[in-house]
């Protein structure tokens, strides 16, 4: 077993959306932290006790709150943020939604919030109002009252089966 001391930096390397990343971190640093300073600044921070959500990104295929992992545990990770959601310019249809229903205001809450939905429709691609609405409970937004969410991922839904059927 390897043991790191405190004081000493560790080597990690990541795949997020599709490259490969190599970092030096202490073993203290979150993973919010290491995926901001790489430069994916669309991951957020909104509280420190792992209730809100903003830091959502989808890591082998889970959604995580990356706030609530250290870098270190990531090592070798596959991992998705929303900047890598978009192919060639066009947005994902969970993108399309949120502008297309208003689902976002100040947008702070929206990368995880968008993030959290991904998850939730490849789990489940037909939900009822309910599971969406239990589907993003681990999500919080102080903006929109969620009415306008709950549509976007609706119309997401409806728009990536359309595809699919
Ligand atoms: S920053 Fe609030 S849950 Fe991660
Ligand atoms: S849009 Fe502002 S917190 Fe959700």
Same mark, same amino acid.
């Given at each position: 077993?390897?043991?790191?001391?405190?004081?000493?930096?560790?080597?990690?390397?990541?795949?997020? %959306? #599709?490259? *490969?990343?190599?970092?030096?971190?202490?073993?203290? /640093?979150?993973?919010?932290?290491?995926?901001?300073?790489? &430069? =994916?600044?669309?991951?957020?921070?909104?509280?420190?006790?792992?209730?809100?959500?903003?830091?959502?990104?989808?890591?082998?295929?889970?959604?995580?709150?990356?706030?609530?992992?250290?870098?270190?545990?990531? %090592? #070798?990770? *596959?991992?998705?943020?929303?900047?890598?959601?978009? /192919?060639?310019?066009?947005?994902?249809?969970?993108?399309? &939604? =949120?502008?297309?229903?208003?689902?976002?205001?100040?947008?702070?809450?929206?990368?995880?919030?968008?993030?959290?939905?991904?998850?939730?429709?490849?789990?489940?691609?037909?939900?009822?109002?309910?599971?969406?609405?239990?589907?993003?409970?681990?999500?919080?937004?102080?903006?929109?009252?969620?009415?306008?969410?709950?549509?976007?991922?609706?119309?997401?839904?409806?728009?990536?089966?359309?595809?699919?059927?």
């Amino acid at each position: 077993m390897k043991v790191v001391n405190a004081n000493e930096k560790v080597s990690i390397k990541l795949r997020i %959306n #599709g490259k *490969d990343y190599e970092d030096v971190v202490e073993p203290r /640093k979150l993973l919010v932290h290491a995926l901001r300073d790489l &430069g =994916f600044t669309g991951v957020h921070v909104g509280c420190d006790s792992s209730n809100c959500g903003a830091c959502t990104v989808i890591m082998n295929g889970k959604s995580v709150k990356s706030c609530t992992l250290l870098a270190v545990e990531a %090592n #070798g990770a *596959d991992i998705l943020t929303i900047e890598g959601l978009e /192919k060639d310019g066009k947005l994902h249809p969970i993108q399309e &939604g =949120f502008w297309e229903k208003h689902g976002l205001q100040c947008g702070y809450c929206t990368p995880g919030m968008i993030m959290e939905a991904y998850f939730l429709l490849k789990e489940n691609p037909h939900p009822t109002e309910e599971e969406i609405r239990e589907g993003i409970s681990g999500n919080l937004c102080r903006c929109t009252g969620y009415q306008n969410i709950v549509e976007a991922i609706k119309y997401a839904s409806e728009k990536m089966n359309s595809k699919t059927d």
